[in-house]
């Protein structure tokens, strides 16, 4: 069998399920799911289309209102003049990436990937037989990786750069004359960019997304990657979208079609509802991950050997616990275990990742308070010389 990663965020879920069946106490803060229900709107348009009877397969692509819809939200986002050609509505973001991969990756092939980063990047670059060459996303940096490591990475066997702004795990974003300098990269040596801006919406202090496809040069060799889990709290929908140059977006309409035929044809006409509004509970979301973000930023910050810098966007906090000398998955067994918090080692992102954990702040205020206490108490005990 080739070989294929798993997300660690599944297996930490199981165990800490399993902690639980046992009579454990466990926060659990390990998962990438908003805990949020989808907005009532979107469940009606759903039921709607199952009433009026759209229960059979769709085009391989998605039905064409949707990716009309699609190509107005990102060309207005980006501005640009996308066409609905060029969108490919699939199961999920991840089945966009698993497509846009295997369309550019042969055996041998090289692909940069700044790291820590989503693991699928990493599992499905090796599945297809290509090389991941890591950049390593550095704190002193805030995470955005620059031009010049970027350009340092490339050999001539690359053929594809991934980015992914605001990031998963780190909770950064790129900066504007950083992607900038990766689209100058990606020309001079004629390379792909896979830029996957799922989290395009979840944003803070008032900072807006910046996209790759609105840089002049990057729209005829990107393909960008969104859907609907995070912003709309439709993980379990499975709707996902790329937009990349029409002979692109064939090819990854293609492995859809030869895998899972069609995204499911309900959630599509949901899905069109979701993207034109009314955006207020969207709103209401990102607001309360601000106010977690800000929560954990105050209080992580005050557990003796713990530092972090302020998540600009996702629900993650990426604490850096490099001062306890231990690794990080021991350090986040420890908690599982010992202080009944689930979260993720910052390696199950790649080994770039040591020295850090990822805590999903998709959970409510007073789960954070009690984790932060959890493991505030776990660390005075364990390593009462930390400062
Ligand atoms: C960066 C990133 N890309 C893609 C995905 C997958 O999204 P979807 O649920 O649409 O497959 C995730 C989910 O955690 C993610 O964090």
Redesign the pocket.
């Known amino acids: 069998m080739s070989k294929l990663g798993v997300e660690s965020?599944f297996v930490v879920l199981a165990r800490a399920k399993e902690l639980e069946r046992q009579g454990k106490s466990i926060i659990h803060c390990e998962i990438?799911?908003p805990d949020f229900d989808t907005p009532v709107h979107i469940k009606e348009s759903a039921k709607k289309a199952l009433d009026e009877g759209f229960t059979g397969y769709t085009p391989s692509n998605g039905i064409l209102e949707l990716r009309k819809a699609i190509a107005e939200f990102v060309s207005e986002s980006r501005g640009i003049d996308v066409s609905p050609d060029q969108v490919v509505v699939t199961v999920?973001?991840?089945?966009a990436?698993f497509a846009a991969l295997m369309a550019f990756v042969n055996p041998g092939d090289e692909v940069i990937i700044p790291m820590p980063a989503?693991p699928?990047y990493e599992a499905v670059t090796e599945f297809v037989g290509g090389i991941v060459k890591p950049v390593v996303l550095r704190e002193e940096r805030e995470f955005s990786p620059s031009g010049e490591e970027i350009a340092n990475a490339v050999t001539d066997k690359t053929k594809v750069i991934v980015i992914?702004t605001p990031?998963?795990p780190t909770g950064g974003i790129y900066r504007r004359e950083d992607l900038e300098a990766i689209v100058e990269v990606a020309k001079e040596h004629d390379l792909w960019i896979i830029s996957?801006e799922?989290?395009e919406d979840i944003i803070f202090d008032g900072r807006k997304h910046e996209s790759v496809l609105s840089i002049p040069g990057a729209e005829e060799r990107s393909v960008m990657?969104s859907?609907?889990?995070?912003t709309f709290a439709m993980?379990g929908w499975?709707?996902?979208y790329a937009v990349a140059p029409k002979e692109v977006a064939d090819y990854i309409t293609k492995i859809q079609l030869n895998t899972v035929s069609c995204p499911v044809s309900f959630a599509q006409k949901a899905a069109i509802d979701a993207i034109k509004g009314p955006w207020d509970e969207i709103k209401k979301m990102v607001k309360e991950y601000e106010e977690r973000r800000d929560l954990l930023y105050r209080e992580i910050n005050e557990i003796p050997g713990f530092s972090m810098i302020k998540p600009v966007g996702?629900f993650y906090a990426f604490p850096n616990i490099k001062k306890f000398g231990v690794k990080s998955s021991e350090f986040a067994d420890m908690l599982l275990e010992e202080a009944g918090v689930a979260l993720l080692p910052g390696t199950a992102f790649g080994a770039p990742g040591e020295g850090y954990l990822r805590i999903s702040f998709a959970t409510s205020k007073e789960n954070l308070k009690e984790a932060v206490n959890r493991i505030k108490a776990f660390v005075e005990e364990k390593f009462p010389n930390i400062s």
Request: include cysteine; aromatic fraction near 12%.
């Open positions: 965020a990438g799911q999920g973001a991840k089945l990436i989503y699928s992914n990031c998963n996957d799922i989290y990657i859907g609907f889990s995070k993980t499975r709707l996902g996702t």
